[in-house]
């Protein structure tokens, strides 16, 4: 979405939120209000029922969790150590952090302030988009993977989520959870019409 004209943004955010406006609001309402924590682009609520993320300035970049996760606020070295330890993971050998991983990184809300990586050996392995600053907070950094590397020491699940956002205060969050075989892609279940 960064980089598009303002009339193509306008028409992107239009039909995303017709798309998948009724989804993010069920989860928003599962979820509820119980605690919530602010960067200057990132909002997260947390509950005993689940947790979501969603920019502010963007609200459909939005992920949600509905069950069980795990929650915790870490310092600056703490952060740091663990985004480097997957990127360098990463960079190194893919094949050795999971069979399918996406990975983006906010610094700021330009292009230019964006990292992404997309690993998937059925086309061609990592795919990257800008350049990851290692030794810099991002204000949000988040990854997903399906089927983690047996023996692998830095992702904690199989099958996961896991996301950190920046400069809470003077510490920083870190958010993970397992995804199951019943864990929903909204966006391959609208495509496949599969959610109502």
Same mark, same amino acid.
């Given at each position: 979405?960064?980089?598009?004209t303002?009339e193509?943004?306008?028409?992107?955010?239009?039909? =995303?939120?017709?798309?998948?406006?009724k989804?993010i609001? #069920?989860?928003?309402?599962?979820?509820?209000?119980? #605690?919530?924590?602010t960067?200057?682009?990132v909002?997260?609520?947390l509950?005993?029922r689940?947790?979501?993320?969603?920019?502010?300035? !963007?609200?459909?970049?939005?992920? &949600?969790?509905?069950?069980?996760?795990?929650? @915790?606020?870490?310092?600056?070295?703490?952060? !740091?150590?663990?985004?480097?330890?997957?990127?360098?993971?990463?960079?190194?050998n893919?094949?050795?952090? @999971?069979?399918?991983?996406?990975?983006? =990184?906010? #610094? &700021?809300m330009?292009?230019?302030?964006?990292?992404?990586?997309?690993?998937?050996p059925?086309? &061609?392995?990592?795919?990257?988009?800008?350049?990851?600053?290692?030794?810099?907070?991002?204000?949000?950094?988040?990854?997903?993977?399906?089927?983690?590397?047996?023996?692998?020491?830095?992702?904690?699940? =199989?099958?996961?989520?896991?996301?950190?956002?920046?400069?809470?205060?003077?510490?920083?969050?870190?958010?993970?959870?397992?995804?199951?075989?019943? @864990?929903?892609?909204?966006?391959?279940?609208?495509e496949?019409?599969?959610?109502?």
């Open positions: 979405m960064l980089g598009q303002e193509e943004f306008d028409t992107l955010r239009a039909d =995303t939120r017709r798309k998948f406006g989804y609001k #069920y989860v928003k309402d599962y979820v509820g209000h119980e #605690y919530e924590y960067n200057d682009m909002r997260v609520v509950s005993e689940g947790a979501y993320y969603e920019f502010i300035n !963007l609200p459909e970049e939005f992920c &949600g969790i509905m069950g069980a996760y795990e929650h @915790a606020f870490v310092d600056t070295k703490t952060c !740091l150590s663990t985004i480097g330890d997957i990127i360098s993971h990463v960079a190194q893919p094949d050795g952090v @999971a069979e399918e991983f996406t990975i983006l =990184t906010m #610094y &700021g330009n292009s230019r302030d964006c990292y992404a990586a997309q690993y998937n059925c086309v &061609g392995g990592v795919q990257e988009y800008g350049v990851f600053r290692m030794g810099e907070i991002p204000k949000f950094h988040k990854m997903t993977w399906k089927k983690g590397a047996d023996g692998n020491l830095i992702l904690p699940y =199989t099958n996961g989520l896991m996301f950190f956002v920046g400069n809470i205060g003077d510490r920083h969050m870190l958010v993970k959870a397992e995804l199951n075989e019943f @864990a929903t892609d909204l966006t391959q279940a609208v496949k019409k599969a959610v109502n």
